[in-house]
């Protein structure tokens, strides 16, 4: 049976409904302030979950530099044609307007753990009783030798949203018949596990469709494995012929270099010269106000307890979504969404003495293959033996019907306008 949005959006909220009942607050005459920085599906989520439940006991304050948000989540279905880019951007004045959250458009560039503010680019600080972090990733530049910021607009990786998204549609559209991508996957841990694989299917549904067929994608992946390849792999087959070429690290002997001025992409096995496009998506990190802060070690992702979302450095601090180190759940947007409810009621509970239940975590990833031809991947998760561990999982198999792709693709849909009106309205 295809899921409803309110379906779906009932399995995010479980266990947590029941603590939106609210007392006083408990921190002196003043309410509370928690400062949430950064406007994604962890952020957003928590300053609404936050101020809506407490019924204005806690003074929520939301940091987002940008006016709009475009969802990485759904981008490669820009890519393949199946969205419009408006349909992907969202604005945050409806959230702010709906809950009463203070929405600082400015960039946060500093935690102050000692006096509890944040710094804002303009100087400005603002102090917090509690601090919820969601600032994303931040790409290492320097994983991919001859790739570099500079070269992001010759090599774009399209995992951070914006102007690289849309690049990536206008070097596809600009492929000639015959001509090859080279994609260049991430290492583990990495945004959206089953991302890039998406992608690749997105370009070749794009070619074959506007008769470029005799174009072909080549993944140079880092991995021996990626999510969901026994179901991929059979898929590209049969929809895509030999367009899409995988190759791990025991065959393409490792990635020595690019150049970004000709497109060429060197390995220890084989040299790919005048690429019509070669898209790096490097390895990443959590954001750099979350590393500075002394949150993650160089190069890392901050380490939380599994139970609060709390730091483990700092238990003021809650971190959601990519920067964190979240055990089995995988770094999505689901997975984000869910963690700030759980954070949500932590914070209630703990600032006006709302009731708390036990942390249940859930996430599901779904990515298009072709028309109406969706897979997906998911779970159920909880605390355990100090991380978030899987405690049931599923995935979609090789060779399902077309009816069932269908209600999965049906599924990922509903799922992305209900957790977009959950964030955001």
């Known amino acids: ?43 957003a989520t928590a300053a609404k979950y936050l101020a809506r439940d407490s019924r204005g006991a806690i003074a929520v304050t939301l940091v987002e530099e940008n006016e709009t948000y475009q ?40 935690i102050d753990r000692d006096r509890k503010e944040v710094v804002l680019g303009d100087g400005r ?14 790409l290492k530049y320097d994983s991919v030798a001859g790739w570099s910021k500079e070269a992001e607009e010759a090599m774009p990786h399209g995992w951070k949203p914006g102007r690289q998204t849309q690049l990536i549609r206008e070097k596809l559209d600009a492929v000639p018949d015959g001509g090859t991508i080279v994609m260049i996957a991430p290492p583990n841990p990495y945004r959206c596990p089953p991302g890039p694989y998406e992608r690749a299917s997105m370009f070749a549904h794009v070619l074959k469709q506007s008769g470029r067929s005799k174009a072909r994608i080549v993944i140079l992946d ?94 003021d601090i809650i971190v959601l979504g990519d920067a964190c180190h979240a055990g089995d759940m995988p770094k999505s947007a689901f997975s984000a969404n869910n963690q700030a409810k759980v954070a949500a009621m932590v914070l209630r509970g703990e600032l006006t003495g709302s009731p708390t239940f036990p942390a249940r975590y859930f996430n599901t990833c779904w990515s298009l293959v072709d028309t109406d031809d969706a897979i997906k991947v998911g779970g159920r998760y909880e605390p355990r033996d100090g991380r978030i561990a899987a405690v049931e999982t599923f995935i979609s198999q090789p060779g399902e019907s077309a009816e069932i792709r269908r209600q999965t693709q049906a599924e990922n849909i509903a799922w992305y306008d209900a957790i977009c009106a959950d964030m955001f309205t």
């Open 71 to 110: 969802s990485c989540f759904h981008s490669n279905l820009y890519i393949g044609g199946f969205k419009r880019y408006e349909e992907i951007v969202h604005r945050y004045d409806a959230l702010a307007s709906a809950y009463g959250i203070a929405l600082v458009r400015s960039r946060a560039t500093q």
């Open 125 to 138: 600080r603002l102090p917090y009783d509690r601090l919820v972090l969601s600032p994303g990733i931040d």
């Open 222 to 315: 880092p991995k021996e494995s990626f999510s969901k390849q026994g179901v991929f792999m059979p898929d590209w087959e049969k929809r895509y012929g030999a367009m899409i070429e995988w190759l791990g690290p025991k065959v393409h002997d490792g990635i020595t270099s690019v150049d970004p001025k000709t497109g060429t992409v060197v390995t220890g096995f084989e040299t790919y010269e005048n690429c019509a496009f070669v898209n790096v998506i490097p390895a990443q990190m959590a954001g750099a106000i979350a590393r500075d802060a002394g949150l993650a070690p160089a190069g890392g992702y901050c380490t939380i307890d599994p139970a609060t979302m709390k730091s483990v450095v700092d238990s």
């Open 1 to 43: 049976m295809t899921a409803t949005r309110r379906d779906l959006m009932a399995g995010f909220g479980t266990a947590l409904a029941a603590g939106t009942l609210s007392a006083p607050a408990v921190l002196g005459q003043g309410r509370p302030r928690v400062v949430v920085v950064g406007g994604g599906p962890g952020g």
